[in-house]
């Protein structure tokens, strides 16, 4: 059983930066993809950035990229979201999810656990 908790929320100004974490418990595919969705007010869940074990297969969103950075710590099974620069727009729950198998893994589907959402509001 795997259990993915996201923290790093919360309010910021636009232009502003956010850290995001997300802590994996239990078993993990150490080779597999882990990323980040959001799903911002009566919107669908979209794809932000996707991150192979190995730290250097990485996939942005054209609206994030530049802007934000994954990266993770396999040994203690963290994915971070690094985010800068951000914008009214970014305003949206932010999700983990883990054990992509495939290459660009960008589709909800292509992943086995999510965690459970983390708020990030930017203000104008």
């Known amino acids: 059983q795997v259990q993915l908790v996201e923290s790093g929320g919360g309010l910021v100004q636009a232009g502003g930066s956010l850290s995001l974490s997300c802590a994996a418990s239990?078993?993990?595919?150490?080779?597999?993809?882990m990323g980040w969705f959001r799903q911002a007010p009566g919107q669908e869940r979209e794809f932000v950035a996707a991150?192979?074990?190995?730290?250097?297969?990485?996939y942005y969103a054209d609206s994030v990229k530049g802007r934000f950075t994954i990266s993770r710590d396999n040994a203690k099974n963290v994915v971070y979201l690094q985010m800068n620069s951000l914008k009214p727009e970014d305003t949206a729950v932010y999700y983990c999810?883990?054990?992509?198998?495939?290459?660009?893994?960008?589709?909800?589907?292509?992943?086995?656990?999510w965690g459970q959402g983390t708020q990030v509001t930017v203000s104008s």
């Open positions: 239990g078993r993990t595919f150490r080779s597999y993809a």
């Open positions: 999810a883990a054990d992509c198998p495939g290459a660009r893994c960008i589709r909800e589907y292509e992943y086995d656990y």
């Open positions: 991150i192979r074990w190995s730290g250097d297969s990485i």
